[in-house]
């Protein structure tokens, strides 16, 4: 069984920074591109990055360029997420997803549960 | 990107129809058929239920249905049951390898 588990979320000041971790297990981690997904309470989600097979390419929304940077370990089968220079409307519940195949197509087949980042001002 | 607008509140009864529209521009929805669906149940991961505009992957019951004319998709629900109640989200590919997620609909089963 797929399994995605989200973790590091917390409660940071506005400036502050957080790294957060997703642990995959039941799929071979290593052949899937992977993506982070936030959704802020009473919105819809929205997409934030993603990152090919072997972490060479990674790309970001606008409005986390710069700021937040996706990376991944294949060897312990984890994505993460660095986020630093934390703003109040970064608050959101933060779910790490999987591709839908091992061909790159943009679709979010596998969600965690998701972990919660409050940043406050 | 701004978010696809999607209705905020569908309702049907057990056995009824209900359709989720979800309209974009020819940015997003209409210049792409990178087109996906996700049902949530709060608390819980989201699922993918349809994706290139109209296909369904494994496990997905055959009464969920998406459509697209220019710039608008759409969710259809057919054969409504309790379990369905839950937020449905579409998403597209919107260019520059970029995604943009729809405003959320919330379905009710009366």
């Known amino acids: 069984e797929v399994q995605l588990v989200e973790s590091g979320g917390d409660l940071v000041q506005a400036g502050g920074s957080l790294r957060l971790s997703c642990a995959a297990s039941?799929?071979?981690?290593?052949?899937?591109?992977m993506y982070w997904v936030r959704q802020a309470p009473g919105e819809g989600p929205v997409w934030l990055s993603r990152?090919?097979?072997?972490?060479?390419?990674?790309s970001h929304a606008d409005s986390v360029k710069g700021r937040f940077t996706i990376s991944r370990d294949n060897a312990k089968n984890t994505l993460y997420l660095q986020m630093n220079s934390l703003r109040a409307e970064d608050t959101a519940i933060y779910y790490c997803?999987?591709?839908?195949?091992?061909?790159?197509?943009?679709?979010?087949?596998?969600w965690g549960q998701g972990t919660l980042v409050t940043v406050s001002s | 990107q701004s978010a696809l607008t999607q209705p905020r509140s569908v309702s049907g009864s057990p056995g009824q129809s209900v359709t989720i529209s979800c309209t974009g521009t020819?940015?997003?929805?209409?210049?792409?058929?990178?087109v996906s669906w996700y049902q949530h149940h709060p608390g819980k991961a989201p699922k993918l239920m349809i994706y290139?505009?109209?296909k369904r992957p494994s496990g997905v019951p055959d009464r969920f249905s998406g459509s697209k004319s220019d710039n608008t998709a759409s969710l259809t629900i057919s054969g409504l049951q309790a379990e369905d109640e839950a937020d449905y989200y579409c998403?597209?590919?919107?260019?520059?390898?970029?995604?943009?997620f729809g405003t959320g609909t919330k379905v009710t089963v009366l």
């Open positions: 998403c597209s590919y919107a260019g520059n390898y970029a995604f943009v």
């Open positions: 039941g799929f071979t981690f290593s052949s899937y591109w």
């Open positions: 990152i090919n097979t072997d972490g060479t390419y990674t």
């Open positions: 997803a999987r591709e839908l195949g091992t061909v790159v197509r943009g679709y979010f087949a596998a």
């Open positions: 290139d505009v109209s």
């Open positions: 020819s940015s997003d929805v209409g210049g792409y058929n990178y």
